[in-house]
């Protein structure tokens, strides 16, 4: 079973789909979705990799890390994830947010992919958050239980070979793969 570390409220949930709504108009005629059903998904708090903390090695996943208080929140189309909404909240405190992107992109559906492949294959109940790596253009779910922390990739760029997605990594053979690559080669490539 899979549980949102530290969730929302239904209450800011709600607040984050109005305020959604705006831009996600523009989001609608651009991409022909007119006259589609859209509902507010799962949202996951997001975490950010440090590239120079996975290069320089020896340190757990906890420490490569920041938090950006962002939180990812997937947007369906007729039931389908096809666009996400990025909020972003001043400080820890969950009250203050403001809208940072909304992206009609594939990420939706691959996060959507991560996330049924996980749910068949989960062994045991997890704690999940979004791990963003820009400098290796990466989007993991992030998956804890305890003192035990593991991967799945939801995006990678086509060169990230040794990365596959529909594997639950460790974090620590997650780092040691992430650090075989250098993310300078991969310029250019996009999250997106």
Sequence with gaps: ??????????????EVARRVGSPLAA???ENALVHA???LG???????????????GGKPLRACTWSPHM?????????EAKAFART??????????????VVYSSLAAEIEQALSWLEEHADRDYSLRLLLAP?????????????EESIVIAKKPEGY??????????SDEFLQTLAEHNPRASAGLELR
């Excluded at 079973?1 to 709600?14: A, E, K, N, V, Y």
């Excluded at 939180?71 to 039931?79: C, M, N, P, S, T």
């Excluded at 400098?135 to 003192?147: E, G, V």
């Design 1 to 14: 079973m899979l549980h949102i570390d530290t969730p929302l409220s239904r209450q800011i949930q709600d």
């Design 27 to 29: 989001l609608l005629r």
């Design 37 to 39: 059903t859209i509902e």
């Design 42 to 56: 799962r949202c996951f708090s997001c975490q950010a990799l440090s590239a120079n903390d996975v290069l320089a």
């Design 71 to 79: 939180w990812h929140h997937q947007i369906l189309f007729d039931r």
């Design 88 to 101: 972003v909240f001043r400080h820890a405190d969950t009250s203050s947010f403001e809208i940072s992107e």
């Design 135 to 147: 400098a290796f253009y990466i989007a993991a779910l992030w998956l804890s239980h305890h003192d």
């Design 161 to 170: 070979d040794l990365l596959v997605k529909e594997k639950l990594y460790t």
